[in-house]
């Protein structure tokens, strides 16, 4: 079983202590506009990671976590700055992973200044206890691209192209680098795999994601994600801050079958 990338987005100024909006999910079971379930089997945070211009402060909140007195905020974060910093990737990943309740509702508690709205943004990775490894083989990079443009605020899947013909056969991907012009995150979708894994994204240009700290990949990625076969390539979603209308992933693949 893979993981699920679910995200929470406003764009707003000078509130404390609030829920950021659930980004509308078509898997995840929204409870409320800013609370959705936990789905069972994917009760384990692996990751969360939270960003905006005006951003103070972030951490989830769940009845479970409340019995436990337990208030686990988003430190490393993008705290003064939307984009992911390719050196740093100020990303929270606990020791182990942080055990939710199944089926029950989660949030995220902001507070954010300013004086005119900006994005501030949530993500959140949830999984089983550990993570399927990756397969046996040589792990194969291939560039895919999509002329998609997308729509700011929501997940919009795009239809990638692979720069290269895939040898026939199955596949797994095991890690991926999402860039778009304002992309904030992005995530996989397999044909007949129900939950969709993905990362932070990389907001930019191609060359300017070359420079990323390889901790992006060694620490949130490098797992199975799902499998494919090369005729059926997974379609990704982005969730952009901008109508971007260009989207490049560089997937990180090995032959299974």
């Not at 740093?88 to 709205?117: F, M, N, Q």
């Not at 680098?177 to 969709?196: K, M, V």
Request: glycine share 8%; charged share 15%.
């Amino acid at each position: 079983m893979a993981t699920h990338l679910a995200a929470y987005l406003v764009s707003d100024y000078g509130k404390t202590e609030v829920e950021l909006p659930v980004v509308k999910d078509d898997v995840l079971t929204q409870t409320a506009p800013t609370r959705f379930m936990v789905p069972v089997g994917l009760n384990n945070v692996h990751w969360a990671y939270a960003a905006g211009v005006n951003l103070t402060e972030a951490y989830l909140k769940s009845p479970s976590l409340e019995v436990r007195r337990h208030k686990p905020r988003i430190i490393p974060g993008s705290y003064g700055a939307l984009n992911l910093d390719l050196n740093k990737i100020p990303v929270w990943k606990p020791i182990r992973p942080l055990t939710l309740s199944e089926t029950e509702e989660l949030s995220v508690i902001a507070s954010y200044g300013g004086a005119a709205a900006a994005y501030n943004l949530a993500l959140v990775a949830l999984g089983p206890p550990a993570l399927p490894p990756v397969p046996a083989g040589e792990i194969r990079m291939v560039k895919l691209t999509s002329n998609t443009t997308l729509t700011a605020g929501v997940w919009t899947t795009c239809i990638m192209t692979p720069e290269v013909a895939l040898e026939v056969g199955t596949y797994a991907l095991v890690g991926f680098i999402p860039i778009s012009a304002g992309a904030l995150a992005a995530r996989a979708i397999f044909t007949g795999q129900y939950w969709r894994p993905g990362v932070p994204a990389i907001a930019g240009s191609d060359p300017g994601a070359r420079v990323i700290n390889d901790k992006y990949l060694k620490e949130l990625q490098f797992y199975e994600m799902g499998r494919f076969t090369h005729n059926s390539p997974p379609m990704f979603q982005f969730l952009s801050s901008s109508a971007d209308t260009s989207e490049i992933v560089y997937a990180y693949i090995v032959k299974v079958a």
